[in-house]
């Protein structure tokens, strides 16, 4: 086991080295320091204005070791990024760390109650239409899972605002408000709007899990002895489809900090999804960096953890 998560992580590192190359050619050797500074000034700058924020920002140096050795911009770009350095926002130039640790708990607040409840809304769900299969009520709720995949997020967003916030008031339509007791208030209408635009996929998803696990051998056998169908779905067929399901799981976890870009954004959630939100409309091409390697760093550590969770939920696998 030891042996295994080390060459797991030994891979991962060169991942991540090659996606810190692949960050600095797309934000730097594609795109000019000077450009991302008339980004962040306007275009009617003069040149001194542009170079004085080239050199607050570190941005004036030359980009290849080749070009000077000691002080050039891609060994520097790998020292921050390596350290968790990230250096300041080309936008405001407020420190992209403080951002990062200011807007992880508003996140974390709205994506694991959206995964848990996106979960048990889903898997009973599918269990359901896979315990009726081949009958109306699984034709039924594969059209209504495809129709619901079928209308855009934006849609589920600004439906979910005027109905339930401006015709029936139940919820406000957007704001966040950290108190406990006026928390679940603000989080109430996006985390409704984000099961409902998931949950269509999800099911289709699951459902197709099940009814796979559901034509094995082992499924067969049971039936034969006469267990139930309830007891076959939930004590043999549910059991067995967790892998899958782990899979799904565990690669969602980390991303949980990076937030949802979409609802965040729309209902005024002040977490990193917002955050990275507003990094693309500023143009603020130091935060959009830093955040695009984070999401990468999380994800490789959701595909290790997903490796190493098999052999707790299947002791058939083993890691090697």
């Not at 170079?51 to 002080?71: I, S, T």
């Not at 139940?170 to 950290?178: K, N, Q, T, V």
């Not at 208030?185 to 899990?209: E, M």
């Not at 067995?240 to 991303?255: D, Q, S």
């Amino acid at each position: 086991m030891g042996a295994y998560v080390l060459r797991r992580l030994a891979y991962g590192v060169g991942v991540v080295l090659g996606v810190l190359f692949l960050l600095f050619v797309l934000f730097f050797a594609v795109t000019e320091p000077e450009d991302i500074a008339r980004k962040a000034l306007g275009d009617k700058v003069p040149p001194e204005a542009i170079a004085v924020w080239l050199e607050n920002h570190g941005y004036d140096r030359p980009l290849w070791p080749w070009q000077d050795f000691e002080e050039n911009l891609l060994f520097d770009h790998y020292r921050r990024m390596l350290t968790f350095d990230f250096g300041l926002s080309d936008a405001d130039d407020s420190p992209i760390v403080d951002r990062i640790r200011a807007g992880a708990g508003p996140s974390l607040t709205l994506t694991v109650p959206l995964l848990v409840l996106g979960l048990l809304t889903a898997i009973p769900l599918s269990l359901l239409v896979a315990f009726f299969r081949e009958t109306y009520i699984d034709r039924m709720g594969v059209f209504l899972c495809v129709l619901a995949m079928s209308v855009s997020t934006l849609l589920y967003i600004i439906g979910g605002q005027y109905v339930v916030g401006k015709l029936l008031r139940w919820y406000p339509i957007s704001g966040f408000d950290a108190d406990p007791m006026m928390l679940p208030r603000f989080l109430a209408l996006p985390i409704l709007v984000g099961i409902l635009s998931g949950v269509g996929g999800d099911v289709r998803f699951y459902r197709t899990v099940f009814l796979e696990e559901s034509s094995r051998d082992f499924v067969r056998t049971a039936r034969s002895k006469g267990a139930s169908e309830p007891r076959i779905m939930t004590r043999h067929v549910l059991r067995n489809a967790l892998i899958p399901i782990l899979t799904r799981v565990v690669t969602a976890i980390p991303f949980l900090f990076m937030g949802s870009l979409l609802l965040e954004a729309f209902f005024g959630i002040p977490g990193l999804g917002s955050m990275t939100f507003d990094a693309i409309q500023a143009n603020d091409f130091a935060t959009l960096r830093t955040m695009v390697y984070v999401g990468a760093l999380l994800f490789i550590f959701g595909q290790v953890a997903t490796d190493i969770s098999y052999g707790f939920v299947d002791p058939r696998v083993r890691v090697e």
